[in-house]
């Protein structure tokens, strides 16, 4: 049974740094891809970026490119999310999720989820 869990969420001011953790636990990743979500109220789940454990690639959603940084630490299967010049469009729920095999954009290919953790940027 894999389990995740989100810490590192806070209130932030526009232009501040948050890092988001998300520890993985239940099996080995090595086959796996994780990605981190978002939700803003009002607003559909977004997909944020997403790496694979194995080799490490990484695909970012272009609303978070150069301002976010994905990476993973094997031994302590904790992945992060370092957010940078936040905005507070960045205001949101923020998930991480798993899935077997290949990197896929759309929430419904993953079937292992966090319970999320709030990250609110003030303006």
């Known amino acids: 049974q894999v389990q995740l869990v989100e810490s590192g969420g806070g209130l932030v001011q526009a232009g501040g740094s948050l890092r988001l953790s998300c520890a993985a636990s239940?099996?080995?990743?090595?086959?796996?891809?994780m990605a981190w979500f978002r939700q803003a109220p009002g607003k559909e789940r977004e997909y944020v970026v997403a790496?694979?454990?194995?080799?490490?690639?990484?695909n970012y959603a272009d609303s978070v490119k150069g301002r976010f940084t994905i990476s993973r630490d094997s031994a302590k299967n904790t992945m992060y999310l370092q957010m940078n010049s936040l905005k507070p469009e960045d205001t949101a729920v923020y998930y991480c999720?798993?899935?077997?095999?290949?990197?896929?954009?759309?929430?419904?290919?993953?079937?292992?989820w966090g319970q999320g953790t709030q990250v609110t940027v003030s303006s």
């Open positions: 999720a798993a899935r077997i095999g290949l990197i896929f954009t759309e929430g419904k290919y993953y079937g292992n």
């Open positions: 239940g099996r080995t990743f090595s086959g796996y891809a």
């Open positions: 790496i694979r454990w194995s080799d490490g690639s990484t």
